[in-house]
T-cell receptor, first 113, second 113 residues
């Protein structure tokens, strides 16, 4: 089966610009996650969706980050405006609703200059 | 709240030697435990997981891990490593119902020829 797809793979922007990332989860996976992985650290959960509803966004910097999951399938994560400290890899993962394992996409590497 | 500690940030080891990557967790409730591997510029791939039952868990690529409840540990082992095992390894913990992962900071395994 196809894995989790993410695009773009790489993005370089200037600070204060906006950027958006896209994720297409594995077909049939109701739960979708966005993680931020800063260099040298483990992934940190930003937001969790169950179908198209938000389950947990407690660590999402809501003044600049937003995410949506329309129709319970694809998801977009947006940063507006970006700061230097947002430079990181943004990982998307999905999980079948009655299973325990999360499957990760290849990530988007964001560099903010 | 759960937390994960990976004490070793880097582990160098010669090819064909055994290796152990350490993971300790803290939690007041029953946990699920996972090991993921991340190759350069790629997402995370599941190596193995512990949900319940046998405390010795076997995974892909010849890796295994042992769940030790009294020591709150889930160390990853491989009896003989290959150059291709060079990667970053992450331990993660979650609890039933939330399926929210908490990741450790990762251990960089470098296999030397």
């Amino acid at each position: 089966e196809a894995g989790v797809a993410q695009s773009p793979r790489y993005k370089i922007i200037e600070k204060r610009q906006s950027v958006a990332f896209w994720c297409n989860p594995i077909s049939g996976h109701a739960t979708l996650y966005w993680y931020q992985q800063i260099l040298g650290q483990g992934p940190k959960l930003l937001i969790q969706f169950q179908n198209n509803g938000v389950v947990d966004d407690s660590q999402l910097p809501k003044d600049r980050f937003s995410a949506e999951r329309l129709k319970g399938v694809d998801s977009t994560l947006k940063i507006q405006p970006a700061k230097l400290e947002d430079s990181a890899v943004y990982l998307c993962a999905s999980r079948y609703s009655r299973a325990d394992t999360q499957y990760f996409g290849p990530g988007t590497r964001l560099t903010v200059l | 709240a759960q937390s994960v500690t990976q004490l070793d940030s880097q582990v160098p080891v010669f090819e064909e030697a055994p290796v152990e990557l350490r993971c300790n967790y803290s939690s007041s409730v029953s946990v699920y435990l996972f090991w993921y591997v991340q190759y350069p510029n790629q997402g995370l791939q599941l190596l193995l997981k512990y949900l319940s039952g046998s405390t010795l868990v076997k995974g892909i690529n010849g890796f295994e891990a042992e769940f030790n409840k009294s020591q709150t540990s889930f160390h990853l082992r491989k009896p003989s490593v290959h150059i291709s095992d060079t990667a970053e390894y992450f331990c993660a913990v979650s609890t039933s119902g939330t399926y929210k992962y908490i990741f450790g900071t990762g251990t960089r395994l470098k296999v030397l020829a």
